[in-house]
């Protein structure tokens, strides 16, 4: 199983970009589905998350201007950046719990990290 992430980038402050993050393998079912972002010299912090059923939940320095989404389908889930910031950047992580066919066993997985930075 892994995760493959994309869609960071360099932007100006106020301008917007979409991530992606895509689960592959053999994967039985997909629950909740997150994004995690780390600025340089900070911890790792969850920035949105998504239910399977489509609740999501996200930090208060990102609300009404980050939109988490997936397609269930796609085993992808989206983070769709607006009004982006300075303080926005960071190397953004997906995390999903996903029960693999191989023991069905949920685990967490990660994915490899995109780069996102806002230029002021």
């Known amino acids: 199983v892994q995760l493959q992430a994309s869609g960071g980038g360099l932007v100006q402050a106020g301008g917007s970009l979409r991530l992606s993050c895509a689960a592959s393998?053999?994967?039985?079912?997909?629950?909740?589905m997150n994004w995690y972002r780390q600025a340089p010299g900070n911890e790792r912090v969850l920035v949105a998350t998504?239910?399977?059923?489509?609740?999501?939940n996200y930090a208060d320095s990102v609300k009404g201007r980050f939109t988490i989404s997936r397609d269930n389908r796609k085993k992808t889930v989206y983070l769709q950046m607006n009004s982006l910031k300075p303080e926005d950047t960071a190397v953004y992580y997906c995390n999903a719990d996903i029960i693999p066919y191989v023991d069905y066993v949920n685990r967490y997985y990660w994915g490899q990290g995109t780069l996102v930075t806002v230029s002021s």
């Open positions: 998504i239910s399977s059923d489509g609740y999501t």
């Open positions: 393998g053999s994967i039985f079912s997909i629950n909740t």
